[in-house]
């Protein structure tokens, strides 16, 4: 992996016998502006909130099941995983068209890492919503619970790694903010 702060930028001659990446030497590297995004704010960021939020709610949801045997619970958390499921393929897609389309962002290991994980995360998301479907209440104890906790997991490693994109690496930030 690369550091930003070290990297070679392209118009910075390099120094005799420093070695040169040859991944940051290109001369897109530094190009990560989002370029799906409305006026300048990146969709992708967006729409992750939902998923993230649909998660723990639905694991909140397994719970309190759990907890008073109420099956509302168990409806809301059927509910739950399905619209974490379906807008975490919002996201994804919204991702996947930002990953492809910038040249920065593609060239770079650690979009590719992003893209491996969330996919990972979104089978875990499609089988506890797809577990759920024959029957939301005998679907809780114990395996919907057990893959809303592991779900929970990946959606914090999963957003964890995509701010580390966007603060440690300034991807899919404007670099000429407002004044674009
Ligand atoms: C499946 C394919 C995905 C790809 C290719 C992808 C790609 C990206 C990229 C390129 C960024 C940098 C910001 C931007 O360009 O908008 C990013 C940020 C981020 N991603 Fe993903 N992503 C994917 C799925 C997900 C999912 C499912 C989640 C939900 C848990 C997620 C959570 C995040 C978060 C929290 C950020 C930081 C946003 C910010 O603070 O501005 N990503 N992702």
Known sequence: MSDPDTAHKPDMAPEAGELVDPISAKPHFHRTDSRIAIAGHPIHAMLVSFPIAMTVCTFGADVFFWWTGDAFWARAALWGSG?????????????????????????????????VIAVMLLSILGANWGWRLQGAVQAVL???????????AFTAFTGWHGGKLVFHYQIGVSSTGSER
Do not use: Q, Y
């Not at 975490?88 to 893209?115: K, M």
């Open 142 to 152: 114990p395996h919907g619970l057990l893959l809303s906790l592991l779900a929970v």
């Open 83 to 115: 619209m974490a499921f379906l807008f975490g393929v919002a996201a994804g897609l919204s991702g996947t068209v930002e990953l492809l389309f910038v040249r920065g962002i593609r060239v770079r290991a650690e979009s590719w890492t992003h893209f």
